[in-house]
């Protein structure tokens, strides 16, 4: 009976393979041409994308592809056929119709974007058109949203060649076979990950070439399942990013400086917020060539100067070689070193003094004064300082580019590299690396290792990889690096920094002027601009590092105290101006500094004033009518609590409270947060076009204007 039922099943199963035969063969059901075998489709994977820690896209892909049409058997849907291509591409319907009505040639265009096609095949089949269609891949490119915001370190990508999908497979490197379309990252992020983010190719077996143009792939033909690539997630924050960015522009420009760095890190963890570097003669270069250019903030060295001295300090207070107090010679330091070479250490006329105390040394930054407290401190402990900070070395994680600096091996330091590199000189540093040992003084003395990438996600937005933060090692102790921090918290309050001071934040950082080697010594003219710090002291969320290379010598400019120092300051108020923001409200006793308007406009004149005492906020009346007109500042706008409110009532402010009248102030080269900032207190309302660096004002510079003038300002990154 077993033998029955299987040699039934048999004949049963030939039958069926014959008449499937007979159908293909004398019906031709597929329409084939003759003597057709299967072939390999390449089906191309997504480039992941790039977000902010956020979830703001920051770079994307989009295809393009090819669309052919065979209408041999549609010729009644050309009209159709041509509205809906023509409405789903910026294609016009005669072009659309005449290449469907070509005879000779089908090709409609070549570079239609994966969305339109989606949307014309979703038409075609409502009018039963999509058999007709033929979509062959093209190219795929990069977008950028935000355009140069972040272009230092994203990189770039470019078509590269690579061996066929067969070849490939089979290790073949003969290349005979028509070359993949690939994109592979050339610089930054895009390099750096590139692995992570291009994908893996997949294919099918498929039967083309049919009267119809239809691809058809059966069950038992073959295929490999595409893997797009994964997508990363960074700890760069767009809108740090943005603030970053635009104040080093408008740095760069009012200081006359070559070039401006800066860097933003996250103290506890080492995460890197925002990053950027910008040369004057890229200031307008395209987008393009600054994702193709280094990343300064990791590849570009400099000698940190006065920048430098904390860490010399450190070891004095750590080693109970002084007290905060003790009083430190600061007279000019000869010295004959081994080598017989003879160099006397002073400090410019500005800084001269004869004597200091130790903390003053730091906060009026004494170059004798901290060379004498490093004959203490002595070279292996400074050495091994410095190298622990991470300077000598690559310290990111997978930063493409990054440089290592340079710092003597102790076997070659003397006397003379001992009391250079304790003021600053005689060492190179990138920006990461001093913003991140700024970091180990802000967090109890660990000292982490940087990083830009937060996740790796694949397509479903489903966490691949967390990167989670590492201390690398710990520096120093808790009592120590609080005893520096009254310092460098000094240095912002009475010393050399005090144009950093704000009210509502307490900052602690210490500025560096550094002199440029040139030809075997130190340039007279030429300078290196920096300030680094964290803040808030008590609790630091960031650490930052502001840097202008060769600022205006003539103006003075290339003092830290006229340019880093300035920069910094506006960098932090714009952060702190952000709505999630908290900032305002770090320093206890002044957490109600700024306050928010209330609305009182059309408000009875006794129900706005009861308002107003019971909030207890200052404010003046203007005006003798009963109801209120009109408010400055204007309703749910931050201000600082110790300005005034002024009420108008049914009549303009006037003269005697200089406000119906005011001049225009020049707001080119300002960030928009600056010029907001100007327009609060000039009294005229802003409109902004663009985003990025004020570069036209429609009331010009000097103009009298009055109270609520409206001035249009255009702005460009």
């Not at 006065?306 to 007290?323: Q, R, W």
């Amino acid at each position: 009976m077993r033998l029955k039922v299987f040699a039934g099943l048999n004949i049963i199963f030939i039958i069926v393979w014959i008449v499937y035969l007979f159908i293909i063969q004398v019906n031709n059901h597929y329409n084939f041409e003759p003597r057709l075998t299967p072939q390999k489709e390449i089906i191309y994977p997504k480039r992941g994308n790039i977000y902010d820690s956020n979830k703001k896209l920051l770079v994307g892909s989009k295809r393009f592809f090819q669309v052919d049409f065979d209408t041999t058997k549609l010729q009644s849907k050309i009209p159709q056929i041509t509205k809906i291509i023509s409405k789903h591409t910026n294609l016009s319907e005669s072009y659309v119709n005449a290449q469907l009505t070509n005879e000779k040639n089908k090709y409609i265009y070549e570079n239609i974007p994966e969305l339109q096609i989606i949307r014309i095949q979703n038409d075609l089949k409502k009018i039963n058109a999509e058999k007709g269609l033929v979509i062959t891949f093209k190219k795929i490119e990069r977008i950028y949203p935000f355009d140069k915001l972040g272009s230092c370190y994203l990189g770039g990508v470019e078509k590269q060649d690579a061996d066929s999908f067969a070849n490939a497979e089979n290790g073949n490197k003969s290349n005979k076979e028509t070359p993949l379309y690939q994109l592979n990252g050339i610089c930054g992020l895009e390099s750096g990950f590139n692995e992570v983010l291009k994908g893996k190719y997949g294919w099918q077996e498929i039967i083309g070439g049919n009267r119809n143009n239809t691809k058809l792939q059966f069950e038992f033909f073959k295929k490999k399942e595409v893997t797009n690539g994964n997508s990363l997630v960074l700890t760069i924050d767009n809108n740090l990013q943005e603030i970053l960015e635009n104040n080093l522009a408008a740095g760069l420009i009012e200081h006359e400086a070559k070039n401006a760095i800066g860097i933003i890190m996250e103290p506890e963890t080492g995460k890197i917020l925002a990053m950027h570097g910008i040369s004057k003669k890229n200031l307008d270069a395209s987008a393009k060539v600054l994702r193709t250019s280094a990343n300064p903030a990791v590849a570009s060295m400099f000698e940190p100067g006065s920048t430098f001295k904390p860490f010399t300090a450190l070891l004095a207070i750590e080693n109970n070689i002084y007290e905060p107090t003790d009083i430190i010679d600061c007279t000019d330091y000869p010295n004959i070193y081994q080598s017989g070479e003879k160099r006397t250490i002073r400090d410019d006329d500005d800084h001269k003094k004869p004597e200091r105390t130790f903390k003053n040394v730091i906060v009026h930054s004494s170059n004798p004064g901290i060379s004498r407290v490093a004959d203490k401190v002595g070279t292996e402990k400074l050495y091994d300082l410095i190298l622990n900070l991470g300077f000598g070395h690559k310290i990111g994680d997978n930063l493409n580019g990054e440089s290592a600096g340079i710092l003597t091996e102790l076997s070659n330091w003397s006397g003379f590299a001992l009391h250079s590199i304790s003021f600053g000189q005689a060492i190179s540093v990138t920006a990461l690396q001093l913003a991140n040992a700024y970091c180990a003084l802000a967090n109890d003395g660990k000292v982490m290792r940087p990083y830009i990438v937060d996740e790796i996600i694949d397509e479903h937005s489903e966490i691949v990889t967390k990167i989670q933060p590492k201390i690398l090692r710990n520096i120093s102790n808790k009592k120590s690096l609080n005893t520096l921090k009254t310092f460098l918290k000094s240095v912002v309050e009475d010393g050399t920094a005090q144009k950093t001071k704000i009210k509502f934040l307490d900052v602690a950082g210490k500025t560096g002027t550094a002199e440029k080697a040139d030809k075997g010594g130190y340039s007279k003219d030429k300078y290196t601009s920096l300030f680094a710090g964290f803040f808030p002291v008590e609790n630091p969320q960031y650490a930052m590092v502001v840097v202008y290379d060769e600022a205006n010598y003539e103006n003075k400019k290339y003092y830290a105290s006229l340019s880093a120092v300035p920069t910094f300051k506006d960098i932090i108020i714009d952060i702190a101006n952000l709505p999630q923001s908290n900032l305002g409200n770090s320093k206890k006793v002044e957490k109600n500094t700024f306050v928010t308007a209330p609305d009182l406009v059309n408000l009875p004149k006794n129900d706005a004033l009861d308002l107003l005492h019971k909030l207890n906020l200052n404010f003046e009346i203007v005006g003798n009518a009963n109801t209120v007109s009109e408010q400055f500042p204007k309703p749910n706008i931050s201000y600082p609590k110790d300005e005034i409110i002024y009420l108008f009532f049914d009549e303009l402010p006037s003269k005697k409270h200089d406000l119906t009248q005011n001049i225009m102030p020049n707001l080119i080269g300002l960030t928009i947060g600056r010029a907001i900032e100007k327009a609060n207190q000039h009294n005229f309302i802003l409109n902004i076009e663009g985003s990025g660096i004020i570069v036209q004002q429609s009331i010009q510079n000097g103009t009298k204007i009055n109270f609520n003038s409206e001035c249009l300002v255009k702005a460009k990154l």
